[in-house]
């Protein structure tokens, strides 16, 4: 059974960069990164598979790089020009299928998730 983990949060200025951290076990097909500020939705921020391809929201391209070490199965969120819109409980998350039934950055694919951790971006 899949296990994941998240580290790395903390408060940031504006500006500023932080990276978190993942540590899963078990069979991980797709990992993502998702965030939920208070009062919205739950956000897809990127994701990855096994074979290294990626998806970003169109909100943090160019700012955020997502990564995985597959041999650990640890993923990892580099967070650069971190924006106050940034702020929210960032949650690891894994699929253990290899099938592919929605969009990589839909919650619906993922089964297994982390206990979140807090990103708080000042101006």
């Known amino acids: 059974q899949v296990q994941v983990v998240e580290s790395g949060g903390g408060s940031v200025q504006a500006g500023g960069s932080l990276t978190l951290s993942c540590d899963a076990s078990?069979?991980?097909?797709?990992m993502a990164w998702f965030r939920q500020a208070p009062g919205k939705e739950r956000e897809g921020v990127a994701c990855?598979?096994?074979?290294?391809?990626?998806r970003y929201a169109e909100s943090v391209k160019g700012r955020f790089t997502i990564s995985k070490d597959n041999a650990k199965n640890t993923l990892f969120l580099q967070m650069n020009d971190l924006k106050p819109e940034d702020t929210a409980t960032y949650y690891c998350?894994?699929?253990?299928?290899?099938?592919?039934?929605?969009?990589?950055?839909?919650?619906?694919?993922?089964?297994?998730w982390g206990q979140g951790t807090q990103v708080t971006v000042s101006s």
């Open positions: 078990g069979f991980t097909y797709r």
């Open positions: 990855i598979d096994t074979r290294g391809i990626t």
């Open positions: 998350a894994a699929r253990s299928r290899w099938d592919m039934a929605w969009p990589g950055l839909d919650a619906r694919n993922y089964m297994h």
